[in-house]
């Protein structure tokens, strides 16, 4: 996702056309932000229930 920030046109499958790029619109910026929330997520829940015990308890 990020590294359609370095491109200047896009190609459309459907047809041979390509298209150049303008501005990153809102919809972009959702869609950036929502793949960040999900990675974020992921790497919370994959932490071991151990380590999250001992943050919930103060324990160092």
């Not at 150049?20 to 869609?31: D, I, K, N, R, S």
Request: glycine content about 6%; overall charge negative; aromatic content about 16%.
């Amino acid at each position: 996702m990020i590294s359609f920030l370095f491109e200047s046109k896009v190609t459309s499958i459907y047809s041979e056309t390509s298209t150049f790029v303008a501005e990153y619109g809102p919809g972009y910026w959702l869609w950036v932000a929502c793949a960040s929330t999900l990675l974020l997520g992921s790497i919370v829940a994959a932490l071991p229930t151990e380590f999250l015990d001992q943050e919930r308890n103060g324990a160092p």
